[in-house]
């Protein structure tokens, strides 16, 4: 008995010692792991930082312009008495069920928190244009196949300082004729001015507005629309349906009547297609030729290429195929990444001739803060958001929104300089 207890004795040491040693390793071998864990953790957020310091570079530096003029020493030089317009372009204005639901307070909608963060942009222009693509009745409102929105939209829209907007687009018959023209004289009460739809069969398919002394006519027309087999062809003559005849007819008018300057909206394209579709180029092509000085798409709800092009008499035209929106809830690939040109122009009082000066943008972005959020969608500048984040303000937005404003901006700038 005594020999078995000092054998279990000893083993049991044995297993001790055993058991200290294998702890000892594994207390080495964890020790090795969590520092190794930590130069690595520590590796990546030196490198995360430098990532961070050069995009600031880059986003320290100023968007290269579109376009830009060289001025040559001719009559094309500048003079004091010569007269400069800014004027602003942006997408598709589109009112989704989602932003009804963010907007909706009681029995009334308030969607200026949506908006305000590129005001600047917008009410700092001459002239500031886009399309609207929802119709506004006094019946359930809708954002998604027939769109139809509050009137308390269009008037948030216009406090942001918009001044001229499209209403010809896929959409604008959905509730039919009446509908059409009752969207057209809501918009008009409230100071929009209209242009693409007719409240009379004679009214004509462009309007001329005058902005610093300067006649700029706008045109607006669509590809045709949605609900196609639906409509009468009696009601498709309310709304500027693209014909190449009739753009041509329509610019030469306007030019008759004193148009100095022409820009044509374009509802065409493809849904998210990101490039051009050879009958866009075909018809810019012709637009141009024919007089066109401007033409600016929407509709495929992304940004397309833009293109410099020279019409008959050698001037510089700008070709924007799609701007994509202004504001949406949609969440199909690159729908949230938008921009706003700033398109300049310049008359030469001595020429009294109007040129092309500058093409620039600001690049913007749809940020869903989420369906919790006291105001999920809010338009922001990329740029100057993402520099914010990247010089130190990181309660701005969340780092996966600025990887996502990173990656569109360059996005944008990719498709945008496309040849």
Same mark, same amino acid.
């Given at each position: &008995?005594?020999?078995?207890?000092?054998?279990?004795?000893?083993?049991?040491?044995?297993?001790? %010692?055993?058991?200290?040693?294998?702890?000892?390793?594994? &207390?080495?071998?964890?020790?090795?792991?969590?520092?190794?864990?930590?130069?690595?953790?520590?590796?990546?957020?030196?490198?995360?930082?430098?990532?961070? @310091?050069?995009?600031?570079?880059?986003?320290?530096?100023?968007?290269?312009?579109?376009?830009?003029?060289? #001025?040559?020493?001719?009559?094309?030089?500048?003079?004091?008495?010569?007269?400069?317009?800014?004027?602003?372009?942006?997408? /598709?204005?589109?009112?989704?069920?989602?932003?009804?639901?963010?907007?909706?307070?009681?029995?009334?909608?308030?969607?200026? $928190?949506?908006?305000?963060?590129?005001?600047? *942009?917008?009410?700092?222009a001459d002239v500031t244009i886009g399309t609207m693509e929802t119709n506004f009745l006094q019946?359930?409102?809708?954002?998604?196949?027939? *769109?139809?929105?509050?009137?308390?939209? @269009?008037?948030?829209?216009?406090?942001?300082? #918009?001044?001229?907007?499209? %209403?010809?687009?896929?959409? $604008?018959?959905?509730?039919?004729?009446?509908?059409?023209?009752? +969207?057209?004289?809501?918009?008009?009460?409230?100071?929009? +001015?209209?242009?693409?739809?007719?409240?009379?069969?004679? /009214?004509?398919?462009?309007?001329?507005?005058?902005?610093?002394?300067?006649?700029?006519?706008?045109? @607006?027309? %669509? *590809?045709?629309?949605?609900?196609?087999?639906?409509?009468?062809?009696?009601? !498709?003559?309310?709304?500027?349906v693209f014909e190449s005849n009739l753009a041509k007819q329509d610019i030469q008018e306007a030019?008759?009547?004193?148009?100095?300057?022409?820009?044509?909206?374009?509802?065409?394209?493809?849904?998210?297609?990101?490039?051009?579709?050879?009958?866009?180029?075909?018809?810019?092509?012709?637009?141009?030729?024919?007089?066109?000085?401007? #033409?600016?798409?929407?509709?495929?709800?992304?940004?397309?290429?833009?293109?410099?092009?020279?019409?008959a008499e050698g001037e510089d035209c700008f070709v924007a195929y799609s701007v994509g929106n202004?504001?949406?809830?949609?969440? =199909?690939?690159?729908?949230?990444?938008?921009?706003?040109? /700033?398109?300049?122009?310049?008359?030469? &009082?001595? +020429?009294?001739?109007?040129?092309?000066?500058?093409?620039?943008?600001?690049?913007?972005?749809?940020?869903?803060?989420?369906?919790? @959020?006291?105001?999920?969608? +809010?338009?922001?500048?990329?740029?100057?958001?993402?520099?914010? *984040?990247?010089?130190?303000?990181?309660? #701005?937005?969340?780092?996966? %929104?600025? =990887?996502?404003?990173?990656?569109?901006?360059?996005?944008?700038?990719?498709?945008?300089?496309? !040849?």
């Amino acid at each position: &008995m005594g020999r078995s207890r000092r054998n279990k004795r000893k083993v049991n040491k044995i297993i001790v %010692t055993i058991s200290n040693e294998i702890f000892k390793k594994m &207390m080495i071998i964890i020790s090795i792991i969590i520092l190794i864990c930590i130069g690595i953790i520590g590796v990546r957020y030196w490198q995360d930082k430098e990532k961070i @310091a050069k995009q600031k570079q880059m986003l320290d530096k100023k968007i290269q312009a579109i376009f830009e003029t060289k #001025i040559q020493e001719d009559s094309t030089e500048q003079t004091q008495q010569d007269i400069t317009i800014h004027m602003a372009i942006v997408g /598709d204005i589109l009112c989704g069920n989602l932003m009804l639901e963010d907007a909706k307070i009681g029995e009334n909608y308030d969607f200026t $928190s949506m908006l305000e963060g590129v005001k600047d *942009y917008t009410e700092s222009a001459d002239v500031t244009i886009g399309t609207m693509e929802t119709n506004f009745l006094q019946q359930e409102y809708s954002g998604n196949q027939k *769109y139809n929105s509050p009137i308390s939209f @269009a008037q948030a829209v216009k406090n942001m300082g #918009i001044d001229i907007v499209s %209403t010809s687009h896929n959409h $604008s018959l959905d509730y039919g004729l009446e509908g059409l023209k009752q +969207t057209k004289r809501n918009l008009e009460e409230i100071g929009y +001015t209209v242009v693409g739809t007719k409240e009379h069969m004679e /009214d004509k398919n462009y309007i001329i507005q005058e902005v610093k002394g300067i006649k700029i006519a706008f045109l @607006a027309y %669509t *590809y045709g629309f949605s609900n196609e087999d639906s409509i009468l062809q009696e009601e !498709k003559k309310y709304v500027s349906v693209f014909e190449s005849n009739l753009a041509k007819q329509d610019i030469q008018e306007a030019k008759t009547e004193g148009a100095e300057y022409i820009c044509v909206m374009m509802h065409w394209g493809q849904i998210n297609e990101t490039r051009a579709s050879e009958e866009q180029k075909q018809i810019a092509e012709e637009l141009v030729q024919n007089g066109a000085n401007i #033409i600016v798409g929407a509709h495929p709800t992304v940004v397309e290429e833009m293109k410099m092009m020279k019409n008959a008499e050698g001037e510089d035209c700008f070709v924007a195929y799609s701007v994509g929106n202004y504001i949406s809830s949609l969440s =199909d690939e690159n729908s949230e990444i938008e921009m706003i040109l /700033d398109i300049q122009l310049r008359k030469n &009082m001595q +020429t009294e001739k109007i040129i092309l000066e500058k093409v620039n943008y600001t690049p913007i972005y749809v940020l869903d803060n989420g369906e919790h @959020a006291e105001n999920r969608y +809010t338009l922001i500048d990329m740029k100057e958001t993402a520099r914010k *984040y990247a010089a130190g303000d990181t309660k #701005i937005v969340t780092r996966k %929104t600025y =990887d996502k404003l990173i990656e569109g901006l360059e996005k944008l700038e990719e498709i945008i300089r496309r !040849k």
